[in-house]
């Protein structure tokens, strides 16, 4: 099955620096690469995605870019601001029947005031 | 309404107790689940739903029981469960196929006594 690894696991940034997570997959046959933004005690919030044929995509502070050979991805967060402050997750998946998603471990990211 | 509702948001039940989980969307999506979220890791995936019919179950022991009465509602019946089921419970739905974007509920945060 698919295995995807998250690094780092905290993340500490001053206000306005940028914060740089990074994610790896095992399946190649993966095309769907979601990111998740969970403040504590709330529920899982898509904050942008990408999928197998795009390279890059950005909304307004936040890009991901993806590298299909290297198998990995990666979320840049620029201007950093206190309420970025969350646990970041990525995940992989393949189209099929039911969005079988397999998240990476989690990376914590503080801002720094 | 862009929503996932689950009812309760809190749960306490001792190990002999028989209790429900409840989740409602409006989206029209086909496609729901349920994870399973221990405190500082990411969720897990136990079911999916697809067109109301049983798609994946991820050997989830038979004390949860999952149950999609129409496509808008999904409960997760609970039975003789242990202290180590304590967990955030996550419902989340999406289309079936095509634009695979997976919207979570805020969860019901499950203790076991």
């Known amino acids: 099955g698919e295995n995807v690894e998250q690094h780092p696991s905290t993340l500490s940034v001053q206000e306005g620096d940028s914060a740089v997570i990074k994610c790896t997959y095992s399946?190649?046959?993966?095309?769907?690469f979601p990111w998740y933004k969970q403040e504590l005690g709330k529920r899982p919030q898509l904050i942008i995605d990408i999928r197998s044929n795009v390279g890059e995509k950005k909304d307004q502070r936040i890009a991901v870019t993806l590298n299909k050979t290297a198998k990995h991805f990666s979320l840049h967060i620029t201007e950093t601001q206190p309420e970025d402050s969350a646990v970041y997750f990525c995940?992989?998946?393949?189209?099929?029947?039911?969005?079988?998603?397999?998240f990476g471990g989690g990376t914590r990211l503080m801002v720094k005031p | 309404d862009t929503e996932v509702t689950q009812t309760p948001k809190h749960l306490v039940m001792g190990m002999t107790n028989k209790k429900s989980l409840k989740c409602e969307q409006h989206?029209?999506?086909?496609?729901m689940y349920w994870y399973k979220q221990k405190a500082k890791k990411p969720p897990e995936l136990m079911f999916v739903y697809s067109y109301e019919k049983l798609s994946i179950n991820e050997s989830v022991p038979s004390r949860f029981s999952p149950e999609c009465p129409n496509s808008s509602l999904l409960n997760l019946h609970l039975h003789a469960l242990q202290p180590e089921d304590s967990a955030l419970y996550l419902c989340?739905?999406?289309?079936?196929?095509?634009?695979?974007?997976?919207?979570f509920g805020s969860g019901t945060q499950l203790s076991v006594l």
């Open positions: 995940a992989a998946s393949k189209n099929n029947a039911g969005n079988m998603l397999t």
């Open positions: 989340a739905s999406s289309v079936v196929g095509g634009d695979e974007k997976l919207f």
């Open positions: 399946d190649s046959a993966s095309n769907y």
């Open positions: 989206m029209g999506h086909r496609a």
